[in-house]
């Protein structure tokens, strides 16, 4: 797990706040991750960058902004969120080719009140 | 499009006994398929993968998984299971024409029992 950290590890944030979440690898990779794990129910992937580029928006809402300013670090940008949205946020690296393992972070516990 | 499933919500087996962790996937074409573990308040840690070749596929900490084509499952076994074992195991497939698009299964959980 230190290849890929994530922080803060726990966030607690009311409905009007503005908060990011932060996802650094340390892994040479030049594909990014985010994923949303809820209780029960799969992993659901967010977004991808491959080269610092978005090639994947998986119907996310748009109080989520993601933002990739070089191939080592992701952000996720949290606005008005709901309390629906509390999940534990993960964040990945691999290779952008189809073959190579994704690595995690520990994740991002959200919690919206 | 490309799924998973895992038909178990919870595996229960007594340590020293082998297990399985069932997986079966769709996908057009061809697929690469993981194993993924992750223990409480952790990421997912990566285990085993399969591409090509050979079906049977080893991994970290003992375990292995069978790809069968014409069943299109991709089981996790090891053949004695230790309490450390415990934890919750991902199935993930990415068909070829996806790109870097992981879909994952809903998840087992896996109990060991001394």
């Known amino acids: 797990e230190t290849g890929v950290t994530q922080t803060p590890r726990h966030l607690v944030m009311g409905m009007t706040n503005k908060k990011s979440l932060k996802c650094e690898q340390h892994l040479g990779h030049n594909a990014m991750y985010w994923y949303k794990q809820s209780a029960k129910k799969p992993l659901e992937l967010m977004f991808v960058y491959n080269f610092k580029e978005q090639t994947e928006n998986n119907s996310v809402p748009s109080r989520f902004s993601p933002e990739c300013p070089n191939s080592s670090h992701l952000f996720l940008h949290l606005h008005t969120l709901q309390p629906e949205d509390s999940a534990l946020y993960l964040c990945?690296?691999?290779?952008?080719?189809?073959?190579?393992?994704?690595?995690f972070g520990p994740g991002t516990r959200l919690t919206v009140l | 499009a490309q799924s998973v499933a895992q038909p178990e919500d919870q595996v229960n087996v007594a340590e020293g006994n082998p297990l399985t962790v069932k997986c079966t996937y769709s996908?057009?074409?061809?697929?690469?398929l993981f194993w993924y573990v992750q223990y409480p308040n952790r990421g997912l840690q990566f285990l085993l993968k399969?591409?090509?070749?050979?079906?049977l596929v080893k991994g970290s900490y003992g375990f292995e998984a069978e790809f069968n084509k014409s069943q299109t499952s991709f089981h996790l076994k090891k053949p004695s299971a230790l309490v450390s074992d415990s934890a919750l195991y991902f199935c993930?497939?990415?068909?070829?024409?996806?790109?870097?698009?992981?879909?994952f299964g809903a998840g087992t959980i896996l109990r060991v029992k001394s």
């Open positions: 399969y591409i090509t070749g050979d079906n």
């Open positions: 996908v057009s074409g061809n697929p690469y």
């Open positions: 990945a690296s691999s290779q952008p080719t189809g073959s190579n393992e994704q690595f």
């Open positions: 993930a497939v990415r068909g070829m024409e996806y790109g870097n698009k992981l879909v």
